[in-house]
């Protein structure tokens, strides 16, 4: 059961990431070409997920889209990831100061503005685009790996081996990288999992609102958004980026459950 | 008929064999005491008469309470037994109580759901029997919460609910090894006291020896699964037929052979009207700052080569006053000199590495991460040129020879570790930059009693050898009577008595000490036993 | 209890401070002038002026934010750029279709996820735990404005039981306006729903396995007593902080909801604000999105003090 998850989660990234990465040298078609006369076609041989309303392939178009995806959501996590975890070790090396307290604080304020929030107050200032997005997913990343961070290491810096390490001499810095980071590890990187499925369904909600990536790139999101007045005639428009998105979240989902229970099965993850 | 018979107990969890052939019986208003050390089965005897095992346990075998064979009940009838026919008492007082739930209600829920008691009698009920076991409804209302009590009044709460249906056996796990000498002394008081007037049979679960030798009727002593030895309190320790029997009594109440100290006052360490305050949380929004003043006006010296214990119950400022002696934490008032030196958390790395320090807790004392050889140099960040290369590699293996560890333990990894070798290699740490001072901070308190003696031996060995000097702090008198020259007892920050250790213990002069002393349990004199038999 | 309160209270002004400030200046960052740009390339300096002093754009910036906070205590959100409206007057027609949605929404994921997650920690391990875990591990996975488009499929276009869209407003009868907001509600709960059903079931997993726990099993209380008279309670604290952030969630996910079904929500306002630069809109939704987050949290620090007795007593 367990090592199951690992394996059909590891199975299903692997697919997406090839996809992904495929698409730059090679896609069925051109999607940068119409090809009206085509247009709407249901999934056949020549076209295996059908056509859109301006006869351009649906694979090509999915293939190029995951990249899209993971693009945004991989750089959201890094921005998280980058800023979230040494705040959250600073915090925790400063338990109690006021150091601790303004990184704390500032996390609560910015769990206040949802990734969409942060995305519309961007979008209203400075216009769409897939920078945007990943900004806005990225800002939202940035508490709950600090979060995180702080909890883990809170319990560590209570341990006696950090003990041992301060009666050693070392500092608070050097502690954090020697002892702390490589004991939170684990838990990075089953929430960073868990983020970045997170980030693929926020970028797809973005860009459906038009808040992403902006034509002609495509996107996942957008493709549903086009898709919805046609949907009575061409359920295959909706159907097909959908079933792209489920795939490559569940994919990224049972990953970090199986990564989880292979670490440490103690590792709690945050889900929102 | 015995109240408990159990007969020919066979428990596998698995393919793990847990219990194997266990007999033992518990007669009405008797109390059996079952002890060895971890991994015995003595703990998972209880539960198997609880019937409250994993699911994957398999038993065989018979376990009869008056008469019937609670093998053979079925869920339903079990519950109907727990709780009313059979009571419980666990270790850990300080989680064993729902946190969400009075009191009050988490006794009377014993009483309402085996009788049709009405809610308003039960609570009376809860109250009275509450009261009966030291918590008196005018001082403790049945509205407290597990969290306003302190850890022996809580493992009174746990008491009271598992005797409010006055059960015919009572079962202990260890109800007091989480507990201070002190309560540890009235908790077993009352448990006696409860014992003779409901008639009860109790089954006590101990690893301590001392602690059942003058309290229980008989000794069941388990090692590995089995019974190895098992009759009346007496006999057991006159005769000890078995030979873990007696090791264990003899680990229980092991005497180390401690060099004599060496001559000349040349004080290592200064400790000169210490005061460490913490600050409390505010009790009002804008109410000013108050403190709680862990260590008050401590002094006193710690010559070279001397060996000086510090004994107090939990909270009375010892891990606080270790934190500030090993520089870790500054003080409010008063000094610390180490070697003429201040001592500071901003003190020099040359000063730090005169003080090493061994934890308590085995398994949490060490990176899990990292190698033994990382983790035993650590310690050499304090010095202006670590060694390298070769000299390295020998100051490791000089420094796991010397704790009876061998050169090759120094590639692997913690977790292929004992919990008594891994008390050796947190010694090993402490002893590789050769500190001046070492501070024993509970460095025994986690380990079995055949550990732990190995581990006593072990100190005693090195300071033949190294001539050390060390502060050995610990909540258990016996230890600290074998193992230092002169001791200091703590309470509320203070230190209340300091002397010659065997002065100390055998004429204490304050009140405080003369309670602590009196509070602990003590082995049998066997000899005292055997001329006894004779006459 | 008092005390906690009042703290909570304190820092949940604060963070309406803070995020009132941040809003402010990040809107005032925008390029471009809002009366410049209502009156078009060809008006007057003259009448751009007056139109400035109208809005209150000639103030400084302090003056403005302080007059932008002040209305909005007194309920005067300002005046709409485009529409030449009360903003406070668009907000309040539209949150009626927001909030309700959003608390629909909330009802349906925990009618569904409690039940499900008590059923799963009671059943761990065997076929109704993995059964009820594989289907939450799908329902994180689905987005939920997709699952609206699949709804509307099946059950607007197919079976016809429901429109595809469109509120009918709460005038023209109660029931029917539920029924318009069905659809949305369920797809906005459903994968909530399997967030908070794994929420629940790992809660009351990590209380079976604590001592209080056995204490109640030695009581005699069968496993269902125990965990309902026990387990229960305690495993709800953390479930209180899933459902105090799904909140937000659920507001927030329903201006994307809105989309999918054409409902004249909060949701519809902000995006026709955005295209039509009418920014002092955004800053009052997205204000009032920000408040309503932080008041839910607020409320849910009230809640854990009502469950948990130590947070009662402590400071």
């Given at each position: 059961m367990r090592s199951r998850s690992l394996i059909l989660g590891a199975v299903l990234c692997v697919v997406v990431v090839a996809t992904a990465l495929i698409s730059f040298i090679w896609t069925p078609y051109d999607i940068t070409q119409m090809d009206i006369p085509n247009k709407l076609q249901t999934p056949?041989?020549?076209?295996?997920?059908?056509?859109?309303?301006?006869?351009?392939?649906?694979?090509?178009?999915?293939?190029?889209?995951?990249?899209?995806?993971?693009?945004?959501?991989?750089?959201?996590?890094?921005?998280?990831?980058?800023?979230?975890?040494?705040?959250?070790?600073?915090?925790?090396?400063?338990?109690?100061?006021?150091?601790?307290?303004?990184?704390?604080?500032?996390?609560?304020?910015?769990?206040?503005?949802?990734?969409?929030?942060?995305?519309?107050?961007?979008?209203?200032?400075?216009?769409?685009?897939?920078?945007?997005?990943?900004?806005?997913?990225?800002?939202?990343?940035?508490?709950?790996?600090?979060?995180?961070?702080?909890?883990?290491?809170?319990?560590?810096?209570?341990?006696?081996?950090?003990?041992?390490?301060?009666?050693?001499?070392?500092?608070?810095?050097?502690?954090?990288?020697?002892?702390?980071?490589?004991?939170?590890?684990?838990?990075?990187?089953?929430?960073?999992?868990?983020?970045?499925?997170?980030?693929?369904?926020?970028?797809?909600?973005?860009s459906y609102v038009g808040l992403g990536a902006q034509p002609p790139v495509p996107s996942w999101g957008r493709m549903l958004a086009d898709s919805q007045t046609m949907v009575s005639f061409a359920p295959h428009l909706a159907l097909v980026p959908g079933l792209a998105i489920v795939i490559s979240v569940l994919g990224l989902n049972l990953l970090g459950d199986g990564l989880r229970d292979y670490l440490d099965p103690r590792i709690r993850v945050a889900r929102t | 008929m015995s109240l408990l018979e159990i007969q020919n107990l066979d428990l596998s969890i698995g393919s793990a064999r847990i219990l194997k052939d266990v007999s033992l019986s518990i007669d009405k208003g008797e109390i059996v005491a079952i002890t060895g050390e971890s991994g015995s089965g003595k703990s998972m005897t209880a539960m198997a008469v609880m019937q409250l095992l994993p699911d994957a346990a398999h038993l065989s075998g018979a376990v009869q309470l008056a008469g019937r064979d609670l093998l053979s009940l079925d869920e339903d009838t079990l519950c109907t037994l727990r709780g009313n026919e059979v009571g419980m008492v666990f270790q850990e007082p300080m989680t064993a109580l729902n946190p969400v739930k009075t009191i009050g209600a988490q006794v009377a829920e014993t009483i309402l759901i085996h009788s049709d008691t009405p809610k308003a009698e039960a609570m009376q009920q809860a109250a009275d029997m509450l009261a009966r076991v030291g918590l008196p409804a005018d001082r403790f209302p049945l509205s407290r919460y597990p969290h306003e009590l302190s850890g022996g009044q809580r493992q009174r709460v746990v008491i009271a609910l598992a005797i409010a249906q006055r059960p015919k056996l009572l079962i202990a796990d260890e109800p007091t090894t989480a507990l201070d000498v002190t309560t540890q002394a009235q908790i077993l008081d009352l448990l006696k006291e409860l014992v003779s007037e409901f008639g009860m049979g109790l089954m006590m679960i101990t690893h301590d020896l001392a602690v059942v030798s003058d309290m229980a009727d008989r000794i069941v002593v388990m090692r590995h699964g089995e019974v190895v030895e098992q009759g009346e309190t007496r006999a057991l320790f006159r005769d000890m037929k078995h030979p873990y029997t007696r090791a264990l009594f003899e680990a229980s109440g092991h005497q180390v052979d401690l060099p004599a100290l060496p001559d000349g006052p040349d004080p290592v360490l200064q400790v000169t009207g210490a005061v460490r305050d913490y600050a409390l949380p505010r009790t009002r929004l804008f109410a000013p700052r108050q403190f709680h003043r862990a260590v008050n006006d401590v002094s006193f010296t710690i010559h070279h080569g001397e060996r000086v214990g510090l004994v107090g119950e939990s909270g009375c400022g010892k891990?606080?006053?270790?934190?500030?002696?090993?520089?870790?934490?500054?003080?409010?008032?008063?000094?610390?000199?180490?070697?003429?030196?201040?001592?500071?958390?901003?003190?020099?790395?040359?000063?730090?590495?005169?003080?090493?320090?061994v934890f308590q807790d085995p398994y949490g004392s060490f990176n899990p991460r990292h190698k033994v050889a990382r983790i035993i140099t650590e310690p050499f960040h304090l010095l202006p040129n670590p060694p390298s290369g070769a000299d390295r590699d020998a100051r490791i293996a000089q420094a796991l020879t010397d704790v009876g560890l061998t050169a090759a333990d120094a590639d692997k990894y913690i977790h292929e570790f004992s919990g008594g070798q891994r008390q050796r290699i947190a010694i090993a740490r402490a002893l590789i930059i050769n500190p001046e001072l070492i501070i024993f901070d509970e460095a025994v308190s986690a380990l079995d009693v055949s550990i732990r003696a190995q581990i006593l031996d072990l100190i005693a060995d090195l300071s033949r050898k190294h001539s050390l000097s060390y502060l050995f702090i610990s909540h258990d008198l016996s230890v600290v009577r074998s193992i230092t020259d002169r001791v200091l007892v703590m309470k509320s920050g203070q230190i209340v008595e300091q002397g010659v250790t065997e002065d100390v213990f055998a004429n204490p002069q304050h009140a405080y000490t003369k309670t602590l002393i009196a509070a602990a349990p003590v082995l049998p004199d066997i000899s005292h036993l055997k001329e006894n038999a004779h006459v | 209890m008092l005390r906690y309160s009042l703290k909570r209270l304190l820092s949940l002004v604060i963070s309406l401070a803070v995020a009132s400030l941040v809003i402010f200046a990040v809107i005032e960052v925008a390029p471009g002038d809002p009366a410049s740009f209502m009156l078009g390339i060809n008006a007057q300096p003259d009448t751009v002026a007056a139109l400035r002093a109208e809005l209150g754009l000639d103030m400084s910036k302090p003056q403005r934010y302080v007059a932008w906070v002040t209305g909005m205590l007194s309920g005067d959100f300002g005046t709409s750029y485009t529409y030449r409206t009360p903003v406070a007057q668009m907000i309040a027609d539209r949150m009626w279709i927001s909030l309700p949605l959003a608390i629909y929404a909330l009802t349906l994921s925990t009618l569904i996820a409690f039940p499900a997650g008590i059923y799963a920690a009671s059943r761990r391990g065997k076929g109704g735990d993995v059964a009820v875990m594989g289907a939450t591990q799908l329902g994180i996975a689905v987005p939920n404005f997709w699952f609206a488009m699949m709804l509307v499929l099946i059950f607007a276009i197919n079976l016809r039981w429901f429109s595809a869209g469109g509120f009918p407003g709460w005038d023209k009868g109660f029931w029917l306006s539920m029924k318009a907001l069905t659809l949305p509600a369920i797809s906005l709960a459903l994968p909530q729903s399997a967030i908070l059903a794994r929420v629940m079931r790992s809660s009351l997993l990590d209380i079976l396995g604590e001592d209080f726990m056995r204490t109640a099993r030695a009581k005699g209380l069968t496993r269902r007593q125990a965990l309902w008279r026990h387990g229960l309670r305690n495993a709800l604290i953390p479930v209180l902080t899933i459902i105090g952030l799904q909140f937000s969630f659920l507001l927030a996910g329903g201006i994307i909801i809105e989309q999918v079904f054409f409902l004249p929500g909060l949701g519809r306002l902000i995006f026709q604000a955005i295209s039509a630069r009418d920014l002092i809109v955004v800053e009052s939704v997205v204000m009032l999105l920000v408040f309503s987050v932080i008041l839910v949290n607020f409320l849910v620090d009230l809640a854990y003090a009502a469950v948990d007795p130590r947070l009662r007593s402590r400071t």
């Open positions: 056949s041989l020549t076209h295996p997920f059908g056509t859109d309303h301006f006869g351009r392939d649906i694979l090509s178009m999915i293939m190029i889209g995951a990249r899209t995806s993971l693009a945004v959501a991989l750089v959201a996590v890094g921005i998280g990831m980058g800023l979230g975890v040494p705040l959250g070790l600073w915090a925790a090396a400063r338990k109690g100061g006021w150091t601790d307290e303004i990184i704390m604080r500032g996390n609560d304020l910015v769990f206040a503005f949802p990734a969409l929030v942060i995305a519309i107050l961007i979008t209203a200032v400075f216009g769409a685009g897939a920078t945007n997005a990943i900004i806005a997913i990225g800002i939202f990343n940035i508490p709950v790996f600090a979060r995180i961070t702080r909890g883990a290491a809170l319990s560590l810096w209570e341990r006696e081996f950090i003990l041992a390490a301060r009666v050693s001499g070392k500092g608070a810095a050097r502690i954090s990288l020697e002892h702390i980071l490589p004991n939170v590890m684990n838990l990075l990187i089953v929430q960073g999992t868990i983020q970045f499925s997170l980030g693929i369904l926020a970028e797809a909600g973005l | 891990s606080t006053l270790t934190r500030a002696i090993l520089g870790l934490e500054g003080l409010q008032g008063g000094s610390i000199t180490a070697f003429g030196k201040p001592v500071s958390p901003a003190m020099n790395p040359a000063l730090r590495s005169g003080l090493q320090v | -």
